[in-house]
């Protein structure tokens, strides 16, 4: 699926957590690869930790499996 802010970049990229739009709006580099709006989450909630960030790209180079 790709992302509506970035046409040209999925949202996930199963085994590339660098070519995955999700990754870059987490980490808020989403602008330098032509994303925009803000970084997630969205609103004055905090950041996901570098932890939390690192749970979510391990998935994406597993494969990102639904199940």
């Not at 046409?7 to 957590?17: G, N």
């Not at 580099?29 to 790209?57: C, F, K, W, Y």
């Amino acid at each position: 699926r790709l992302s509506h802010q970035l046409p040209s970049m999925p949202l996930v990229t199963p085994s590339a957590p660098e070519e995955s739009y999700l990754v870059h709006k987490l980490r808020g580099t989403h602008l330098e690869v032509g994303g925009e709006d803000d970084a997630m989450p969205p609103g004055n909630r905090e950041p996901l930790s570098e932890e939390e960030i690192q749970l979510v790209e391990e998935w994406i180079l597993a494969g990102a499996r639904k199940d």
